[in-house]
């Protein structure tokens, strides 16, 4: 007997257990089921709120979607522009004409398009780009491309507040026009040499011959005119020369007497502090004119 209500005894325990287990059970699944419940409701709560505002924020990235709209961006590309302005003012001298020689194998569109920017960022009116084959002559279109692109990279829209002319020789209309002339970009090669020297002595001789000039008028100051007419841009006053070269390769001869001449090891990879540093050396350099 005793035997009997002991296992009835364990029999109740184990009702009890498995009581208190299922209603465990079922409220944790009520409670889960509650909160899924009220978020659902808030969700259709707040939905007509976010879709009221959603027109709102799409036009807005329509009045602005260009990322060079960001004020932090546009504010450090004006900074940038404010101090390359100010480094060419601070110079006590600055080359109002810079010629680019490439003695290089294997020019770098964009390190040149660099080079152009910068110079007229910090102030230089003319920039001839010279090779001995004619590379950025052939390819003027891929040059003024990749000037374009360096403009917006390292300006911004500041880069929109610099006019830039593309002449490829001495009778080219203007090819690129962004806002207002103001710097000019001349793209040099052997026939603007050597070869420009030969034809305007022969344009002379024909003018004999026709006997619309005399012999005796013909002199070396009248050469001097029809040269700086066919390239109508002043001289040059600095050439930085890229490469190991040991030669100006025919770069405008009649046009450099008065010309200073830097050399750098290469024109790649050059960062703006090291043309800076070329213009400070061609400011500190005392031109003596042949006295």
């Known amino acids: 007997m005793a035997l009997l209500y002991g296992l009835l005894w364990r029999l109740l325990l184990l009702l009890v257990h498995v ?3 299922l209603v465990s059970f079922l409220r944790v699944r009520f409670r889960s089921w509650k909160g899924r419940l009220w978020e659902r409701v808030v969700a259709a709560l707040l939905l007509p709120v976010a879709l009221v505002g959603l027109p709102d924020h799409q036009k807005k990235l329509t009045q602005n979607p260009d990322p060079s709209a960001n004020p932090v961006s546009g504010s450090r590309h004006a900074s940038r522009r404010s101090r390359w302005l100010s480094d060419g003012q601070a110079l006590e001298k600055l080359p109002v004409h ?10 770098s569109y964009t390190d040149i398009a660099n080079l152009v920017v910068w110079c007229m960022a910090v102030g230089i009116s003319y920039v001839s780009v010279y090779d001995n084959h004619g590379i950025f002559r052939k390819n003027d279109s891929l040059l003024k491309d990749t000037v374009k692109q360096q403009q917006q990279d390292l300006l911004g829209v500041e880069g929109s507040k610099y006019g ?41 001789c024909r003018s004999v011959e026709k006997k619309e000039r005399s012999s005796k008028d013909i002199s070396v100051s009248m050469l001097d005119t029809l040269l700086r007419e066919a390239k109508d841009i002043p001289d040059p006053e600095l050439v930085v020369k890229f490469g190991p070269v040991d030669s100006t390769l025919g770069f405008l001869p009649w046009h450099i007497r008065l010309t200073e001449f830097i050399s750098l090891p290469s024109h790649r990879n050059l960062s703006y502090e090291d043309l800076l540093d070329v213009l400070r050396r061609y400011s500190a350099c005392q031109q003596r004119l042949g006295q």
Do not use: M, Y
């Not at 810079?98 to 020019?107: K, N």
């Not at 490829?168 to 710097?183: A, E, P």
């Open 19 to 21: 009581n208190r287990t």
């Open 98 to 107: 810079i010629g680019l020689l490439v003695t290089e194998e294997e020019p």
């Open 164 to 204: 830039v002319e593309f002449l490829s020789n001495g009778h080219d209309k203007q090819q690129q026009h962004v806002l207002s002339c103001r710097s000019t970009v001349k793209l040099l090669s052997p026939a603007d040499g050597k070869q420009s020297i030969v034809q305007a002595a022969q344009q002379l």
